[in-house]
């Protein structure tokens, strides 16, 4: 099995359903479930399944759901049917924000509560010490609100997971390298100290959805409230090479855990940051998105790994399937294994590292002095809590 062994000292947990991976968003929407099919069959295909605990994980219940979001969302998700797709504003589709970005499709409910139980679960396997990382692709939804849909997000998994890791941890640190901002997240623990949220996203308030996410939104703006200063954001522009990317992220996380002593870390890597995504704009590469998960991982503090966007299926599936190696520490041969189902899907790039086209370059706006500029932003919040 190409030389792949379970990791010394720590076990990677995975949590996967295929019941998800079969359910349709609609023709030309751009979130497509099936990329988690792709990314299993890859890691499948380099034998990291011996390397880890693998788990199909339950549905969560209603009751689950219903710990973040309002009873009256939860009851109406698990009730509409596509035929109540309508654009009448008086409609509870339109209150819930369930049409367009956020479709309601067959077996809806079904595949929300797929991806928040495998998230639970994953959190639940840190919680009890029986999986020091915690692996879940189809979750890392954070758009979703209290009551209603938000940017192809419906239940907040990464809320609900963090919600179960405080009841046995301090301090949680949520890191989000999903080209959009993680506003779902932010919102909902804008006013506690015992989770730091940390997105890096394209930020442009007008022309870049949600448009939220600028460096001086950091939390309650009233020093008295506890989450003053511990919502930081890391707003991008166009077209960020690799290099760049790397040591931001580095420049940046270091001092956030240094500063906040975190005792677990979630790690959401939407990768519609990956150069050549479907709506993305940034120019980074697998290995450097990978660069992040294992910057991470050498805090050695538990880790829950989430999914999140990501529309350019085959790239998403490299990419997860590379970040699986890096938490199971396996070296894997650059070249997909010629027994890779779906290979065919792949085209002339049958390797985990695909060369960015020139076509898909976007115009780096990144320049040194803007990205130190931003480093300074975030060093200034965090002298905040230093007291
Ligand atoms: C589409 O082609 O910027 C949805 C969405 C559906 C097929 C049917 C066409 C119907 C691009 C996007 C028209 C739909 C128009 N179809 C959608 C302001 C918008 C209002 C809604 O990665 N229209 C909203 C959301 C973003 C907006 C990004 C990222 C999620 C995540 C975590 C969410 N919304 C403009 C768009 C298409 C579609 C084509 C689309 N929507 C691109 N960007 C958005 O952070 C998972
Ligand atoms: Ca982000
Ligand atoms: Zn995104």
Redesign the pocket.
Known sequence: NNGIRRPKGYVVSYHANPDMEKMHFGPKHPMKPWRLTLTNKIVLAYGMHEAMDLYIPRAATPQELKEFHREDYIDFLQRVTPADNTWDPESRTYAYNTADDCPIFDGLYNYCSLYAGASLDAARKLTNHQSQIAINWSGGLHHAKKTEAS?FCYINDIVLAILQLLLHHPRVLYIDI???HGDGVEQAFWSTDRVMTLSFHKYDRAEFFPGTGALDDTGPLNNASPGAHHSLNVPLHDGIEDDQYIKLFQDIVRPCVRTYQPTVIVLQC?A?SLGGDR?GCFNVNIKAHGACVAFVKKFNLPMLVLG??GYTARNVAKAWAYETSLCIGAEVHPNLPVHTPYLEHFGNEKTLFPKLDSTERYANKNSRVYLESVVMGIMEQLRYLQG
Do not use: S
Request: hydrophobic share 20%; aromatic share 0%; charged share 20%.
């Open positions: 940017g999903d080209v959009h939407g519609d709506l999140g966007g």
